[in-house]
C-alpha cells in the first residue's frame, strides 16, 4: 500500500498527487514513468513523474480527470492508500550535453514537461519553454516553469491568457527568426506533438516526444504500448517513452489510442452515476 | 499391490458440458471422485524400471504416488509428489502429460496410457481438500537469496531455497504473484485460487513476496548483491515479450498480442461483472498460432461472447504445440481450426478497424530445422477470412529488461540468458532458469530449471564459506 502525502487541485480538471515511494523516489529520472491502480479491482494506468524529493520519499504524479481511474484517483484523499504503485519504468530522457534546448509542452504534458527543463536548467542548458492551454482556467504551473525557463511562451487557444493560438506559433517565430536548438522535446497531446515535429521538421532539429500510450504491465511483456517509429515497431514501456518525433507514425499512434474509447466512455459514466448516488 | 485393472483406456475425467462452459470461465476439467482415482490407479504396472520417472522433468515418483492411489492412502500419495514437486495441482493440470510421463507409460503402447495427470491433480486436489497444511519452517541459516520473478521458475527456486534454510526474497514486477500461472493461464484450466494457495504456502515457510517491484528498474542486480546483502541471485524473469508477424496491419486496433488479451482476462479480470479492465468484444475473432497460448486466448475469446472464433495455423494437426488435451477442450468449446493456414495481411478501414484477414493455404515440404515439416505457401490460394478482432500468439521471447540493465550477463541473439546445466550464468552469484534461459517453454521444465538452481546456489553458498 502506498500512502497519499499530499493532494492538490491544480485546475478543475489537473490534480497532482504526493505518493510515499521512497525507493522509487531515489531512483526516478525526469522522462520516466509510474504504473499504479487506485482500487484492488482497478485498472492499471501509466502517469509519467512529475517530480519527487528523495528526502521525504514522495513522488509526485499530475493527471488530468479523463476516464474511470483517474476518477476514482481524484477522489482520494490525503492520508488514504493506494493498492498499487510501480516505477521508475522507461528509459530517462536524454539530457547529456544539451547547451540549448526548447521544451514544449501541452495541457497536462506539461507537468512532465517540467522536470525535464528544470534538470535541463540544472545541467547548464538555456531551456526555452513554450507551454500551451486550452483556457486561463486550466493553466498550470507557469510560475516552476518561469524558474526552470531563460524563455517562457504561454499560449492559450481562446486567448483568454497570454498569447492567442497553438504552441507551434512561438515555436513557428522562433525557428523563422533564425534561433536554433540542439534539441526539442515535447509532451503533451498526440496531435500537438505531431505538429512540433512537423514544425521543426525543415530545420533538421532533433526532435524528441514523450509517448505515452495505453499499456498494462510496463515491463514489455503485453505489447499494448507498440508505436511504430521509423518503420519498426518499438514498445514505449521499455524503449521509451522517448522517440524521435520525426520518425513516429503519429496518425496510427491517434487511432491506437481510441481502441478502448467506447468502453471509457460506458466506465466514465457509471462511475459518475455511482458518484452522484454517493453524494446525494 | 491390489489386482491390475486391465481396461485398456483411461477413466474418463468429467468435465462441465462443452457448450455450457464455453460461456462461463469456471473450471472445465471437474475432477475424479476417489472412486475414479483408485480405478485409475490400478492401471499402472508398477514397472522395475519406472519409464515414467524418466520423463517428468522434476522426477516425481510416478509409480509410488499411484500405488498409495490405489490403496486409497490419498496424504501419503501427496507428500511423496510433494517431496519432488512444489506445485503439485499446478502441474496435474497444465503439464504436457502425452509428451511426458504419459508419453512413455507402458500402458501407452496398448492402449491408452495411466492418466497420471489426471491422478496427480486428484492427490492435490484432494490434499488441498482434506489434508493437513503441512508447514516446513527451517531455522535461517542466515544467507539472504533474492528471486527475480514469482513464475513457475521463481516459485520452485524459492521453496527449495527456504526447505533448506536459505532467507528467500521474490520480487514480482505484478500487483499479484504468480507469473505466467495468474496473467496467462485462464481460470478455466487453472483456477487462481491453486495458485493463491501455492504462494501463500511459501508465505508460511518464510519467504518474502514483493509485488510491484520491477528489478532492472527500482534495483538493479548489483545493488540487490552490494546494497541489500543478497548472496545469490535467481533469475526467473520468464518469456513475456511477445512477438508480431511483420505483416501489414499489425497496428491496427482490433488487434492484440494474445499476452494483452489474456492478461486483460485473467490478471485484470475483464470477464466479471463490473470489471474495470476494458476489453474488445470482437465478433468474429481469429487467432495466430498454435499454441497453449493461442488455444488459451481462442477459449477466452469464445467465452467473452465472440460468435465465431478461428484458430489460424500454417503447419497441419499433428503438428499443433499445444496439449492434447487443450486442443479436444477448443473443439469440443466450438473453436474453428483453420490449418495449413497463414495470414499475409490485416485488412483495416479508414478509423484502422480490423476488416478482415488475407490468408494464404499452405502445404508441408521437407523437414526445417526443429524436425517438423517446414510450410510452403501454395500459389494462387490466397483468400480472405471475415473477422474483426486478430489476436496473436506466435510465441514470447526472454523479458528484455534484465538484459538491457545487467551489465556483464551473457545472453543470446533473442535475449535468452546463457546459463550452464546448473543454471550458473557469467555473473558470480546469478543462477538463471525457466523461459528467461530457454525460451518460451513449459511450467514443468521452469519448476525443473528452478530446482536445479536451488540445489547450485545451495552448493555455491557452501563452498563460499
Known sequence: ?280 | MPKVNMSPVKNPMPTQDPLVRNKNFQEVALGYTREAAIDEAKRCLDCKNKPCMAGCPVNVRIPEFITCVAEGKFEEAYKIINSTSSLPAVCGRVCPQERQCEGKCTRGIKGEPVAIGRLERFVADYHNAFGEQIITKVPSNGHKIAVIGSGPAGLTCAGDLARLGYEVTVFEALHTAGGVLVYGIPEFRLPKNIVEREVEGLRNMGVKIVTNAVVGRLFSIEELKSEYGFEAVFLGTGAGLPRFMGIPGESAKGVFAANEYLTRCNLMKAYEDGSATPIFRGKKIAVVGGGNVAMDAARSAKRMGAEVVYIIYRRSEAELPARKEEIEHAKEEEIVFRLLTNPVEILTDGEDNVTGLKCVEMTLGEPDASGRRRPVEKKGSEHLIDVDCVILALGTSPNPLIKSTTKGLDTKPHGEIIADENGKTSLEGVFAGGDAVTGAATVILAMGAGKTAAKAIDDYIRNKQ
Open chain 1, 1 to 280: 500500500m502506498f500512502r497519499i502525502l499530499k493532494r492538490v487541485s491544480l485546475n478543475p480538471t489537473v490534480t497532482r498527487l504526493d505518493i510515499e515511494a521512497p525507493l522509487i523516489a531515489k531512483k526516478a529520472l525526469a522522462g520516466q514513468f509510474v504504473i499504479l491502480r487506485a482500487d484492488e479491482r482497478g485498472e492499471r494506468i501509466p502517469l509519467t513523474i512529475a517530480g519527487c524529493d528523495k528526502n521525504t520519499g514522495a513522488v509526485t504524479v499530475i493527471f488530468q480527470v479523463v476516464g474511470a481511474t483517474t476518477m476514482a484517483l481524484n477522489e482520494k484523499k490525503e492520508g488514504e492508500f493506494i493498492p498499487d504503485f510501480v516505477g521508475p519504468l522507461g528509459t530517462p530522457t536524454e539530457v547529456e550535453g544539451l547547451k540549448k534546448v526548447a521544451v514544449v509542452g501541452g495541457g497536462v504534458g506539461c507537468a512532465i514537461a517540467l522536470p525535464v527543463a528544470r534538470r535541463l536548467q540544472s545541467l547548464g542548458c538555456s531551456v526555452t519553454s513554450i507551454i500551451g492551454f486550452r483556457s486561463r482556467d486550466l493553466i498550470i504551473l507557469e510560475e516552476e516553469f518561469r524558474g526552470a525557463s531563460d524563455k517562457l511562451f504561454v499560449v492559450t487557444d481562446d486567448g483568454s491568457y497570454g498569447e492567442q493560438g497553438n504552441v507551434c506559433m512561438p515555436l513557428n517565430r522562433l525557428l523563422e527568426s533564425g534561433e536554433s536548438f540542439d534539441e526539442v522535446i515535447t509532451i503533451g497531446p498526440l496531435v500537438m506533438m505531431k505538429f512540433v515535429a512537423k514544425a521543426t521538421k525543415p530545420y533538421g532539429i532533433k526532435t524528441v516526444a514523450s509517448m505515452n500510450p495505453i499499456m498494462i504491465d510496463g515491463t514489455g511483456m503485453c505489447g499494448c504500448c507498440r508505436v511504430t517509429v521509423g518503420g519498426e515497431m518499438k514498445f514505449a514501456c521499455v524503449d521509451g517513452p522517448d522517440f524521435d518525433a520525426h520518425l513516429i507514425d503519429f496518425d496510427e499512434a491517434i487511432k491506437r489510442s481510441k481502441t478502448y474509447a467506447e468502453f471509457e466512455a460506458r466506465a466514465r459514466e457509471e462511475h459518475c452515476n455511482l458518484y452522484r448516488k454517493e453524494v446525494k
